[in-house]
């Protein structure tokens, strides 16, 4: 559509007007069809958000930005056609060529947003009955915004009027040489997509490997490597290709907590010992912070060095780390009180010295001076006298 049917649809009549005034109105008619479309998707974005379904919601969240940028860009390419026939008649295909491209970026644009709206919806949004995981969605959104942005590429290459049989011959003929020179690239690659699809872990999760010095939450998981916050608040940056060679362990989801204690008493206590398991077992048994549905026991465990031991074996119904500790802490201290209870005491390390009476010492005495003379060594009396 060229300026003079424009000007007769906008009413301006038929006469010819400078270009400058022209390039004016147009600026002006876009700048107020932008205000108006502005408030219109704002007015609807506030209504949309009374219904039910969050879906009509990121549909508006996702055009208002690209939609201000189209009537921009159709109104300056309008405005850069009339200027370009007055001043250089061979600027105008650049324009169009622009503009075309220009609206394969807008379209893609709008895609990347709606992309991003679906995904920030399906993470947190009160309307959605089952929500995703974050590591799922961050997955599935960076695969379709990588697959929106080459095909992208790939029309507008298209569009300015390269073939894109040669693009992808070359592509192909080029990835095999970068794939070879990039290898540990493309594992890191290939590792993370295994953590996405396999997820043994989540952003948030506290993780740990017992084949390497790993142990901290996991704050990102890229394409190329998972950032995890050690425990002393320092960031680890692992490689996704070590997840697929090393073991990880995620403490995060378990069930949960296990409560391993052994106590000692004294050796002097041990008539009152089954009385003493018995009493902390039904403790245990009636905790209410322990999962009793699971595998408990209190057992006489070995003779040690100073105190006979017992052990504490449970689960608690907490998983969290902090009121894991108070639960263990109680359950201790109220071991502690039947052992009391009982009169008896909680054993530490002691060594038992036996003095001898004075018949025995004179005995050692005289023991130690025989001791003194070897069997086989002569006495005074046998030996020779000298010549």
């Not at 095999?176 to 990039?182: D, E, K, N, T």
Request: charged share 20%; hydrophobic share 45%.
């Amino acid at each position: 559509m060229n300026w003079e049917t424009m000007q007769v649809y906008l009413g301006l009549g038929d006469t010819k007007m400078h270009w400058i005034v022209r390039v004016f109105l147009v600026v002006l008619v876009t700048l107020t069809v932008n205000f108006i479309a502005t408030r219109i998707l704002m007015r609807i974005d506030k209504q949309l958000e009374k219904t039910k379904t969050p879906w009509d919601n990121v549909l508006v969240h996702a055009a208002q930005k690209p939609i201000g940028v189209f009537i921009w860009l159709a109104g300056l390419s309008v405005a850069a056609e009339i200027s370009g026939k007055e001043l250089d008649p061979n600027f105008i295909s650049f324009i169009r060529a622009t503009r075309e491209v220009g609206i394969i970026a807008l379209l893609t644009w709008f895609v990347l947003r709606c992309i991003s709206e679906s995904e920030r919806t399906l993470i947190s949004s009160s309307k959605v009955a089952n929500k995703v995981d974050y590591t799922t969605a961050s997955a599935i959104s960076k695969l379709l915004r990588a697959t929106v942005i080459i095909t992208a590429v790939l029309v507008a290459l298209q569009t300015l009027g390269y073939s894109i049989s040669g693009v992808l011959a070359f592509g192909g003929v080029g990835g095999i040489a970068v794939g070879f020179a990039a290898k540990d690239l493309l594992a890191n690659f290939f590792g993370g997509l295994m953590v996405y699809l396999d997820r043994p872990f989540a952003i948030g999760d506290w993780v740990r490997s017992p084949d390497k010095n790993i142990e901290g939450t996991v704050e990102h998981i890229g394409w190329r490597q998972t950032r995890i916050r050690t425990f002393d608040k320092r960031p680890l940056y692992v490689p996704n290709s070590t997840f697929s060679l090393i073991s990880v362990e995620n403490p995060s989801r378990m069930t949960h907590r296990r409560i391993n204690e052994t106590i000692g008493v004294r050796y002097s206590d041990f008539r009152l010992l089954p009385t003493i398991l018995s009493d902390i077992k039904d403790m245990i048994a009636n905790h209410e912070d322990l999962d009793t549905n699971d595998i408990y026991m209190v057992n006489f465990n070995q003779f040690g060095a100073s105190s006979l031991d017992f052990f504490i074996y449970a689960y608690t119904k907490t998983v969290d780390w902090r009121t894991y500790h108070n639960v263990k802490q109680d359950v201790l201290f109220k071991a502690m009180k039947i052992i009391e209870s009982h009169g008896a005491e909680v054993a530490f390390p002691t060594h038992t010295v036996h003095m001898a009476n004075d018949s025995q010492m004179t005995l050692l005495s005289e023991q130690a001076k025989n001791a003194q003379h070897s069997p086989d060594e002569p006495s005074s009396q046998e030996q020779p006298a000298k010549k």
